[in-house]
DNA sequence: TACAATCCTGACCGTGACAGTCGGAATTTC
DNA sequence: GAAATTCCGACTGTCACGGTCAGGATTGTA
């Protein structure tokens, strides 16, 4: 149950593309600098950003690459899909899964579970847009140098939130 | 993104044992039979929820495992965070992160997003809990033999369900 | 025209987690 | 004592991940 860090990597250098929306192509050298990333990684990520449709490059000497829907337009689902596959908790609610495939089908008890949580994982990706990543992003550099620090220690779990599902 | 078939078997193993629930205890050997899954890797299972408080052993000839709380009061989270570690998208929302050892803290743009995420996830794994899994069990046993054959092939997506979040 | 900056591709590789096995010890019942 | 069980540590094979490398293709600039 983890975000892989190829994940995390694409998401960040889309966030840096945002940043650059409207004006001409950014580099990946450029934003293997900022983020302190491997190109060499970058440029597969890239590519596959690309190939899905996300992202635009132009070759040569000022090239570089620039999204191609503005950032409002773009989820980090969007994203993560792309680098990482598909999202799906189990192989039985992927997009392909074709009926059968699994036995077990009928005696399973858990699928429905499954469904579920893939159904809030997409949607908490697909809710947030890298136009939102950037903006928040902004607003931690303007306010809030110190996080809050928390009276007693912090509770494990924070059932105050519960409701942040229903997005 | 996905739950490793650790968890999975775990769960599965916790569903007989919630099943069996009342009687006596129930062995591993008759755990694999059942769910046709290898023994020697359940035992390791086992131990995790065992030292994790879930269930009881009893060693010898009539021996097995008990759950240690009433099925209604063990949750799907409960078990994968103990077969599996805690689930965290990553790292620095787990639970025992240390402020600071992340550096990108200040400019991290994406780290509410894991938080939301997190919670998301949280939520609907521990809304779930081994009584409901049995019980959702025995009900495909009694009703629906077969899977309701579709009219035309089968529609890759289900958008019909997106209602499914609201749990 | 040469060169430098880019993208682009495919091959390669080390490490670690995962899934699973094995052998044997300890405990209990019959 | 024998059989059934839990318990434990060590071992292993496979595979995805994270990352590197070498080189080719394209394009702007001097």
């Not at 598909?86 to 429905?112: I, K, L, Q």
């Amino acid at each position: 149950m983890r975000v892989s860090s190829k994940a995390h990597y694409g998401l960040r250098m889309m966030t840096e593309l945002a940043k650059a929306y409207g004006g001409g192509p950014m580099s990946l050298a450029e934003v293997a600098r900022v983020e302190g990333l491997p190109l060499a990684y970058l440029e597969q990520l890239a590519g596959a950003l690309r190939r899905g449709g996300l992202v635009e490059s132009t070759r040569g000497v000022h090239g570089g690459y620039v999204l191609k829907r503005p950032p409002a337009e773009i989820s980090v689902l969007d994203v993560v899909a792309l680098v990482d596959g598909e999202v799906a908790p189990v192989e039985c609610v992927a997009h392909g899964y074709e009926t059968g495939s699994c036995m077990r089908e009928g005696e399973c008890a858990s699928r429905p579970l499954w469904q579920r949580l893939k159904q809030s994982i997409d949607s908490v990706l697909s809710a947030t847009t890298l136009e939102e990543l950037v903006a928040d992003h902004s607003l931690v550099d303007a306010f809030a140098p110190e996080p809050e620090p928390r009276t007693a220690d912090a509770a494990p779990a924070t059932p105050t939130e519960h409701e942040v599902i229903n997005v």
